[in-house]
């Protein structure tokens, strides 16, 4: 408006109404009726209209009488609305009442009297709020894919033909706030408010699609299609309208993006069920349930997949349309038998539901080999019937997860999503009782809401967070670019520090503070720029940089010194560790000594830079070697998972051959003590031997590029188009070796091959 009076542009006066919200032109200096207890920014709304110059307008410090042409409109908050508190303010008018200033609450009503009700998750009533103190939050940008709420039956300016569920992308935002969408199937964009829709993962070119089990009739009709068809999304409109490659179909298909859901990329080795969506998987549920856990063994190249699960002896025949990946099990992590499982597939082995133990191995198959204490043998558990107890302990550092959008899943209690807490016990039920450093008693979340974070520690150095304007409570003498020191920690989280130049113990919030990668004296670093290895010497302060360090290099006579963004921790090389000269190194810094890459010796000492001085058998002087020119020499036993062949000494097997030969390679599927079960490709049941009897080789994978082995007489499953001196790259590894491979100048489905028959191509 004033902008508007400067260029002579006048427009007819305002006409106010009973409830339009107001605040004071930003030039007047002094109202004809004066302040009242109102400020320039204060914003309150009209009670009455005595006549077209006077209002009486209700701000939080009271009724104020104004002329009309001292104030304007603002754009009211309403009742729905998600908003915090502005980044100006210092100190609420109401005060704290236990938020953060980054603590997202929902405007619950507005009183009569101009003062906003806002409640936030935890609280048990609204907190009192200056309007003038609030704005609106904005969680949605232009482009963003959202999704309208399926719950919503009414929408503020209307549904129209819109259907709850549907997606689409924000084409506008306007200036109250309220949005403006494109759907694929509406000719011109849905207003609507941005409390009536939600943040929806966007679909991406390349991803792979299909329709959801939910969908009995896509919006764009079928075209052959089935719900176990698996496209690729090769175009999005801008309304979000999905175009999709499907195989063998001769045009491209059309999908409203609510009807789709993407297929996970799976690979062999995954963690699948079936989805809660779907009826029944495509050749039928056999002996699986919807709470069965397998893992992915072979992957075919029509969509099928073959699910090992540890209850059946063969692979169970699904489409990867009907199961979803899931975080995999992992060794050392606490389990317990499901509540609602009264008999585990596997059987109780003499455990009950109360037992409690630690997973120790896993079968290729899924079966969890768990160690509880007090038993000498393991109990296998079925990991469809297991649940993993909650990785916390007592004393470590949270903070909430990420979220998708701008607000957290789980307010935090009001501590602010940046906020740090300390788990002060762990409930049996998966809640953490937490404790933080400016919130008085302890309060409870569940442990999915949030994530470890590394600990503060007494003798740690920080410094400030990048970008923060101020520490919660105040600077007092220290600035953002103090370094400090840590000198306690309270088991609420509070650190105190200690800063150079300023008297006494500074108190602090660890959300205000970064750790400062600093290294000790002793430790082993690898210089990123050359891949250097060397020791830590000491840490230096130079003018204008904070992190230096100096490092002794074997072989130079002066230290190096730098930042230590330039360094990485190695670890450490000790006397009596076999190691090799590294494949890569051509010529070592202080020559061979009359040995090779094959030469494998003992360290017998590490000077103070790090140079090594090996033993060999067969060398008369100790061989010195710069240790970033050398690896370790691994002798470990045979693990699940690992490539293994019967060893050329084994002339009979203690349970005899089988189907199995000297040449057969395969991998290892299951172990107990010295029994090991092998997976081969060309059989159907798991061949049992002795630990001692087998020998590791070289796993195939994808990538590697290969050829059919020279002599062989036939492949395993025919020739089919190749010859001897085809060649081709591996596409595909089942989890019992079997390979697929394309090879060069072939179309159509990869080449299905043995790996004793297949050899690497060193050409």
């Known amino acids: 408006m004033e902008a508007l009076a400067e260029k002579e542009v006048h427009l007819s006066p305002t006409v106010y109404q009973v409830g339009d919200w107001v605040k004071y032109i930003r030039s007047i200096k002094e109202p004809t009726y004066g302040w009242q207890g109102a400020t320039h920014k204060s914003v309150g709304f009209v009670q009455s209209v005595p006549d077209n110059d006077n209002l009486i307008v209700s701000f939080c410090s009271g009724e104020a009488q104004v002329l009309a042409n001292e104030v304007i409109k603002v754009i009211p908050l309403d009742r729905g609305h998600h908003v915090q508190l502005k980044a100006d303010v210092i100190e609420p008018r109401f005060g704290w009442r236990g938020q953060s200033r980054d603590s997202i609450g929902t405007v619950l009503c507005v009183d009569d009297d101009g003062i906003l009700r806002v409640g936030f998750p935890g609280a048990s009533r609204g907190w009192k709020a200056d309007p003038a103190e609030m704005e609106r939050v904005e969680e949605f940008k232009v482009g963003d894919w959202v999704r309208i709420r399926p719950t919503l039956t009414t929408a503020k300016h209307g549904l129209g ?41 966007p679909f991406r070119i390349g991803d792979r699609v299909c329709v959801k089990r939910s969908v009995a009739e896509p919006r764009y009709a079928w075209g052959g299609e089935t719900h176990h068809s698996v496209g690729r999304v090769s175009e999005i409109e801008n309304d979000g309208l999905l175009i999709i490659e499907i195989p063998n179909r001769p045009i491209p298909w059309q999908a409203d993006p609510s009807d789709m859901e993407k297929v996970d990329d799976f690979k062999v080795g995954d963690w699948v069920r079936v989805k809660a969506s779907v009826p029944s998987p495509i050749y039928g549920w056999e002996d699986v349930t919807r709470n069965s856990i397998g893992i992915i063994h072979s992957l075919e190249e029509d969509g099928d997949m073959g699910i090992a699960f540890c209850f059946r002896s063969k692979l169970f025949r699904c489409s990867v349309t009907d199961v979803e990946k899931l975080p995999p099990f992992e060794v050392g992590k606490d389990i317990r038998v499901i509540s609602s499982v009264t008999q585990p597939r596997l059987g109780w082995s003499n455990e009950t539901p109360a037992s409690v133990g630690r997973i120790v191995r896993i079968d290729m198959d899924g079966a969890l080999n768990v160690k509880v204490a007090g038993r000498r043998s393991l109990w296998k558990v079925s990991p469809g019937d297991a649940e993993r107890l909650p990785d916390f302990e007592v004393g470590d550092w949270v903070r909430s997860k990420p979220s998708l959008g701008a607000r957290p899943s789980y307010d935090w209690s009001n501590i602010g999503k940046e906020g740090l807490a300390i788990v002060h016990s762990v409930q049996d039920t998966g809640y953490l009782e937490l404790a933080c450093c400016f919130r008085k008693g302890r309060w409870s979340t569940h442990h999915t809401d949030v994530e470890k974070i590394p600990a503060f520690k007494v003798g740690q150095h920080v410094k400030f967070r990048t970008g923060l304007a101020e520490p919660r409570w105040g600077w007092r003498g220290a600035n953002s670019n103090s370094r400090g020191i840590i000198i306690s920690v309270t088991a609420n989280g509070e650190v105190r520090l200690s800063f150079p130049g300023i008297q006494g113990l500074w108190k602090a919030d660890p959300a205000n503070l970064e750790i400062e990668q600093m290294y000790d004296v002793g430790e082993w670093v690898r210089l990123r720029s050359n891949g250097r290895v060397g020791i830590v010497q000491g840490n230096a302060y130079e003018e204008n940089e904070h992190d230096v360090a100096v490092v002794g290099f074997c072989g130079e006579q002066d230290p190096w010194v730098g930042s230590i963004a330039d360094l990485e921790r190695v670890d450490k090389l000790t006397v009596g560790e076999k190691v090799k000269v590294k494949n890569s190194v051509k010529q070592p810094r202080f020559g061979w000594s009359g040995h090779t890459h094959t030469s494998i010796g003992t360290i017998s000492a590490v000077d103070a830079d790090g140079k090594l001085r090996i033993y060999t ?147």
């Open 161 to 201: 033909s819109v259907t709850p569920g549907s997606i689409g992308t924000v084409y506008c935002i306007r200036p109250d706030n309220s949005l403006l969408l494109e759907l694929s199937y509406l000719p011109a964009p849905w207003h609507c408010e941005p409390e009536e829709v939600e943040h929806v993962e």
């Open 617 to 763: 058998p067969s060398g008369s002087k100790s061989w010195m070697l710069d240790p970033s020119e050398v690896e370790i020499v691994e002798e470990r036993e045979i693990r699940i998972k690992d490539w293994v062949r019967v060893k050329g000494s084994v002339t009979n097997p203690i349970h005899q051959w089988g189907e199995v030969s000297s040449s057969s390679i395969g991998v290892v599927h299951r172990i107990e003590e010295e029994d090991v079960w092998v997976a081969f490709c060309f059989m159907d049941r798991l061949w049992l031997c002795k630990v001692w009897e087998i020998e590791r080789v070289r796993p195939f994978g994808n990538g590697d590029k290969v050829r059919i082995k020279e002599g062989l007489v036939g492949p395993r499953w025919g020739w089919g188009m190749e010859t001897h001196t085809s060649r081709g790259e591996v596409v595909g590894v089942d989890a019992n070796g079997k390979l697929r491979i394309k090879f060069r100048w072939r179309e159509g489905r990869p080449w299905v091959g043995d790996p004793a028959d297949i050899m690497l191509d060193e050409s």
